[in-house]
């Protein structure tokens, strides 16, 4: 295997080679931190998304105490309520990705870098101060080398000048002798430069093969593992990069599984069937309507059923223009009062006193006194609280206490559910007293753990709060039970309709309806007779809104003279000609018109009526 050994080669080619390992294994160090920046953004991505899923499952979970929580009874909301709830698992997942890489990705390697940047920076430092010695080596031999080469150049000169010396003649014996020791002297000091060049020499050379040998390669083959650990961390972190992801990816998984299975176990039928069950009404539909023969002015074809009917034979509405196929449901409440107010008490007789057949086309007298509608319904409204209807409950009108502008089925559901609530409080009361009795009767029997006595004015509230509760228990299960039938109906009121829509047969199921009906729109219940709802949405108001007059149906001419005083009548005078848009439907009252912005109710005693033949007639709306 090659190592890094083959980068000693040559002195100064060595030297640049380390130079060069050192800017590699900083470079190394870089990578390395570089991929701990990279993992640690990725963490902080992971808790950023868990972060977002967590809250945007929270935005969309139901409010506690609120509509939107009782719309989770449907198995779509449960459906969604169940993915909310996964994805919450979800985001937890990637929290767990978060905590791990951070543990044993980013830690790890954060701490692995510090001991890394430690060994590098002694292996170099152990390179430098190896070549730092065999460059005092070199110094040394370089020193050696150049006293040899002093002493042996001053021998040379000191011998040279005493075979000089010694072949003058002139020269004394003593300096001739001077000049060979000078020789001599320097001969051997020669010598002995070089026996310590020689060994200056010797110690180099060994100290440069352990250098380059041995010193040099230990040490940068220790660099080199350290840097091939450095890769292997590297590659075992992406390993773990990965598995941690892989880790969470079966959770995950069932987290989408659980999804999917929320998402087959909605079942639309069971849907329908809990909105058939939160929006029963209770009420009947209406049975056919029957044909109404027209050719035959006076006996008419009635039907029970019949939204406008008269069990007497009293003329039957008409429709005419726009105003056919139109509902008085779908009217506004001035237009309906309008149609509906004829006076509130029955008209006065003519003038004079004569037979019955002496006024012409005066009313008829029936065999019972008949109550005129308009007087019921107006008692209706003056003898009983108005009861906001469905259009002002949508907008947050309160309802009565005793649920009754609901249907009959919701209204069953609301007073059984205050009934349950209110039998829970009695038996949370009940519960507290039993404790705070068996607690007095410790006291009795124990003295010093507490008095007796200061337990009876707690007893004495629960009682009262028990006997309200009770109380109230009490009405609502009556009320519960009228709804469903176990009872009579017990308010006056209640009876004395039901008693006018029995007894006078001139009225039409519709007017039965009608007396139930408030002012706006809204009607209270009664348990023998189930009617349709009658409040209209807003939206309807201005489509029916262009109601056009009721068209004439005949003429009729004054008979006497009547000053209308009351709200709904109009005066004439005697001899006027007036146009005819309702005849009398059995209370005594003609509907007549002067003039397009004048019209009202007159006795029919008082006029005598022109009806015109063909004349299909004004709708009534009763």
């Known amino acids: 295997m090659t190592t890094w050994f083959a980068l000693t080669t040559g002195k100064q080619l060595a030297e640049d080679q380390f130079d060069s390992l050192e800017k590699h294994t900083q470079w190394g160090i870089d ?7 990279f993992v640690k953004e990725r963490t902080e991505i992971e808790l950023n998304y868990a972060k977002q899923l967590r809250n945007l499952s929270k935005k969309y979970q139901p409010k506690k105490n609120s509509k939107e929580e009782d719309e989770y009874k449907y198995s779509s909301c449960k459906a969604f309520l169940a993915t909310l709830n996964e994805m919450n698992d979800y985001a937890g997942q990637h929290e767990v990705i978060s905590e791990n890489m951070t ?18 920076k002694s292996h170099f430092h152990d390179g430098r101060k190896a070549q730092q010695h065999i460059e005092t080596c070199w110094k040394q031999l370089e020193s050696s080398k ?76 220790k660099i ?19 598995e941690v992801d892989r880790q969470v990816v ?56 019949s939204l406008s009917n008269s069990k007497e034979g009293k003329p039957e509405s008409r429709f005419s223009g726009k105003s056919k196929g139109k509902l008085w449901p779908f ?9 509906l107010t004829s006076p509130h008490q029955p008209p006065p007789p003519p003038p004079f006193s004569g037979s019955p057949s002496a006024v012409p086309n005066g009313p008829q007298s029936p065999k019972q006194q008949k109550e005129p509608l308009s007087h019921r319904f107006n008692e209706f409204m003056t003898s009983k609280p108005k009861i906001h209807c469905f259009r002002s409950l949508k907008r947050g009108g309160a309802g009565p206490e005793d649920f009754s502008n609901l249907p009959p089925e919701q209204r069953r559901k609301k007073l059984q559910q205050k009934v349950d609530e209110l039998n829970k409080d009695i038996q949370k009361e009940m519960d507290q007293r039993d404790a705070l009795t068996k607690m007095k009767d410790v006291y009795i029997k124990n003295p010093q753990m507490g ?87 807003t939206d309807f108001d201005d489509e029916f809104d262009d109601e056009e007059p009721l068209p004439t149906i005949g003429t009729c001419k004054a008979l006497y003279t009547f000053e209308g005083q009351n709200e ?6 005697e001899g006027e000609m007036l146009f005819v848009i309702e005849e009398d439907k059995g209370d005594g009252w003609t509907r007549i018109r002067r003039n397009e912005d004048e019209e009202g109710y007159v006795p029919t005693s008082y006029v005598e009526v022109f009806l015109e033949k063909n004349a299909k007639g004004a709708m009534t709306y009763i």
């Not at 990578?31 to 920046?37: C, R």
């Not at 390697?109 to 060994?119: G, H, I, M, N, T």
């Not at 809990?274 to 027209?294: M, N, T």
Request: net charge negative.
């Open 31 to 37: 990578i390395l931190e570089k991929y701990i920046k």
């Open 103 to 120: 543990s044993q990705i980013t830690t790890e390697l954060a701490r692995y870098v510090q001991e890394l940047k430690q060994e590098r």
């Open 146 to 221: 150049r006293r040899f080469e002093r002493d042996c150049k001053e021998a040379d000169r000191a011998q040279q000048y005493f075979e000089k010396m010694d072949a003058d003649i002139n020269v004394t014996k003593a300096d001739v002798e001077k000049a060979r020791q000078q020789a001599q002297l320097r001969q051997q000091m020669a010598e002995d430069s070089k026996a310590e060049y020689s060994s200056t020499l010797q110690k180099f050379n060994h100290e440069q093969h352990e250098h380059y040998h041995t010193h040099i390669p230990n040490i940068f083959q």
């Open 224 to 242: 080199q593992e350290m840097e091939e650990r450095r890769i292997v961390r590297i590659g075992e972190s992406m390993k773990t990069f990965a």
């Open 250 to 305: 079966p959770i995950i998984g069932k987290c989408l599984d659980e999804i999917t299975r929320a998402a087959e176990s909605i079942h639309q039928k069971n849907d329908s069937q809990l909105v058939i069950e939160a929006f029963k009404s209770g009420f009947e539909p209406p049975g056919d309507v029957d044909f109404e023969d027209f050719t035959q002015p006076i006996k008419r074809a009635v039907s029970e059923s």
């Open 331 to 339: 009217i506004k409440k001035n237009k309906l009062m309008s149609l």
């Open 451 to 537: 008095d007796a006595a200061s337990v009876d004015h707690k007893l004495a509230e629960l009682g009262q709060n028990l006997e309200k509760l009770r109380s109230e228990a009490q009405k609502f299960e009556g009320w519960l039970a009228e709804v469903e039938g176990r009872l009579p109906a017990r308010t006056e009121q209640t009876r004395r309709q039901s008693g006018v829509c029995e007894s006078q047969n001139t009225l039409t199921v519709n007017n039965c309806a009608q007396d139930r009906e408030s002012p706006d729109g809204s009607y209270t219940e009664e348990p023998s007779q189930e009617s349709e709802m009658k409040a209209p949405p």
């Open 568 to 573: 709904g009548t109009i005066s004439v005078t």
